[in-house]
């Protein structure tokens, strides 16, 4: 069977669809004929904000279901009958994680071998994909270095540990079971529709704020702090790709370029013809009782198998990034509202807390 002909066959789970990477992977998906079930959890107020603003919330089919709820895991299987699932659910803030270390393990952690159980008691011939994550290099992550596949894992936050828990546990299910399980090692990867929490988009958006007159300061915690960020809308790309292998591996997926949470800030804000000194401050209260200093991925094994390499970089990402967040706040001066940001996230908010992480 062709290529097209065979995907407008295939059905994906994707869990955590109301996500940054989820809503990407969906339009990914659903542009090459995939019928897309994801997951969501049940909240007060819908979230399904990143699927409207791509345009695709009528397309995909959504499933209640909670890494934390087995029985939902397996019914999720049962309904959607996936050829594909792909797990993106977690608690994905390594800051929150430092406050809830004992949920952040329940979802991020053992939610996997929840999803993993569910897979294997119901259809142990899916393909499955995990999303771990460069986190996982934690105190190994030093200038100079690159990390590959093969560098030693050194978790030092809470997320990492869970989620050091599901790469072996992905492993483990792909040894001991035979099930098409893959690791997408991804090193930060943001976008538009990035959470307003990460460093990158908390930054694109002050920028477009302070340019609007809507606000006129940003607090930040380690300045010092280095990733290796990419383009969001190529990594989901790599993790389809993972999926179509013959046999099924594990993979790191990055830029190769490290950058400073300093340099984001001065790049971002001379965007908006804006010096980030006359605007930018420490916080102590954002630091985080450990902080991975310098990630810088290796991603030669995902351009040699998967054919996989990155497009866009650090300055073109910023520069999308704040252009897009211009626009939205410069619409929502003229009087559009939206269902998120804004919304989402009033100035007042009173967050009370010993750490900040969980805002910043
Ligand atoms: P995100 O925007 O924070 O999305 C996380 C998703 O998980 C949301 O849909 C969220 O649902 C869902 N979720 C949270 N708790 C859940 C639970 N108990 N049961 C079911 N669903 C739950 O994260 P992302 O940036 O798209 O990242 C996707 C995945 O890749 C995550 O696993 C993350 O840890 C991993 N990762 C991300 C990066 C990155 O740079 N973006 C890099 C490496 C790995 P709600 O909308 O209801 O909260
Ligand atoms: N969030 C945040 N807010 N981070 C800040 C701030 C701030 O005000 N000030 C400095 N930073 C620093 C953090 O301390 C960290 O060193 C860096 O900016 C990036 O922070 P985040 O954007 O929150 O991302 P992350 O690297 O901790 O985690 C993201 O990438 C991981 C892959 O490496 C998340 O997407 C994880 O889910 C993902 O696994």
Redesign the pocket.
């Known amino acids: 069977m062709r290529e097209e002909e065979r995907a407008k066959s295939m059905r994906a789970l994707i869990?955590?669809?109301?996500?940054?990477?989820?809503?990407?992977l969906a339009q990914l998906l659903l542009g090459k004929g995939y019928q897309v079930f994801g997951?969501?959890?049940r909240?007060s107020t819908p979230?399904f904000w990143?699927l409207q603003h791509l345009g695709i919330l009528s397309k995909v089919s959504l499933v209640p279901?909670?890494?934390?709820?087995l029985a939902s895991l397996v019914e999720a299987i049962r309904v959607s009958d996936p050829d594909e699932v792909y797990?993106?659910?977690?608690?994905?803030?390594v800051g929150a994680s430092f406050e809830q270390p004992i949920g952040s393990g329940?979802?991020?952690g053992l939610?996997v071998t929840r999803l993993l159980e569910a897979i294997r008691q119901t259809k142990p011939s899916v393909r499955f994909y995990q999303?771990?994550?460069?986190?996982l290099y934690g105190l190994n992550g030093v200038e100079g270095t690159m990390q590959s596949e093969d560098t030693p894992f050194q978790p030092s936050s809470p997320?990492a540990i869970a989620?050091l828990s599901a790469y072996w546990t992905t492993r483990v299910y792909r040894e001991g079971y035979d099930i098409f399980a893959a690791n997408?090692?991804?090193?930060?990867?943001?976008s538009p529709i990035?959470?307003l929490e990460?460093v990158t988009r908390k930054v694109t958006n002050a920028v477009a704020r302070i340019k609007l007159g809507l606000q006129d300061s940003l607090e930040l915690g380690n300045m010092d702090a280095k990733r290796d960020?990419g383009y969001?809308p190529e990594?989901v790309q790599s993790m389809w790709l993972m999926l179509q292998q013959d046999e099924p591996g594990d993979f790191v997926i990055a830029t190769g370029e490290t950058h400073s949470v300093e340099e984001l800030c001065e790049v971002a804000f001379r965007c908006a013809e804006l010096r980030q000194e006359n605007y930018v401050s420490v916080d102590k209260g954002l630091l985080r009782p450990i902080d991975v200093k310098c990630l810088c991925g290796d991603s030669s094994k995902a351009e040699r198998v998967l054919g996989w390499s990155p497009k866009v970089k650090f300055a073109e990402l910023v520069e999308l990034m704040v252009d897009a967040d211009l626009r939205r706040w410069k619409r929502w001066k003229e009087g559009e509202t939206f269902p998120w940001d804004a919304v989402n996230y009033p100035d007042d908010v009173n967050v009370v807390s010993t750490m900040k992480n969980r805002g910043g």
């Open positions: 869990t955590g669809i109301t996500g940054q990477d989820g809503a990407l997951t969501y959890r909240l979230n990143r279901a909670d890494l934390i709820d797990n993106l659910a977690a608690q994905s803030f329940e979802i991020t939610g999303a771990s994550t460069s986190e997320y989620k997408g090692i991804l090193f930060n990867h943001e990035r959470g990460f960020w969001a990594y």
